[in-house]
């Protein structure tokens, strides 16, 4: 597989980018006290990182192969899916047998997927942490 593009923003600017979600290790864990601000900003700036990463490679919606958005919410992924128009059976999802495994999530849903793939898919992978930072990566098989 060959990398065509990959992009990363910060937004912590945007709603509660800064008290969004929080790590405290030591005293309370994880906490996210603006759940639906963070949703919000997950579902569009996932999206954006798409769109943004197969406009400036000369592609449309309809040359993507396969979907990895972060394996974080199922609700965000549907999400994401939906308003990208990408059918479900395109979105790679393990949330439901692993949960969230944080970071390494969308490379964990792709190497599950491995065998799905042939010479040729596009592939577009799409993420958004803590701290309001998004990013998505585009692969060519």
Not at 1 to 23: F, K
Not at 85 to 97: D, H, L, Q, R, T
Not at 111 to 135: C, H, P, W
Request: charged residues 20%.
């Amino acid at each position: 597989m060959e990398i065509a593009d990959i992009i990363t923003y910060g937004h912590a600017e945007e709603g509660q980018g800064t008290e969004g979600v929080m790590l405290h290790p030591w005293d309370d864990g994880i906490k996210m006290p603006f759940g639906k601000d963070v949703f919000i900003h997950a579902v569009k700036h996932m999206r954006l990182r798409v769109e943004e990463l197969l406009e400036r490679n000369g592609y449309t919606l309809n040359d993507i192969s396969f979907l990895i958005p972060h394996q974080a919410n199922t609700r965000i992924m549907d999400n994401v899916a939906e308003n990208l128009g990408v059918p479900k059976e395109k979105v790679f999802v393990n949330i439901s047998e692993l949960g969230n495994t944080g970071c390494p999530s969308s490379a964990i849903a792709l190497s599950q997927n491995l065998d799905r793939i042939k010479k040729g898919d596009i592939l577009a992978l799409t993420v958004f942490g803590g701290g309001y930072s998004s990013g998505a990566l585009l692969l060519k098989a």
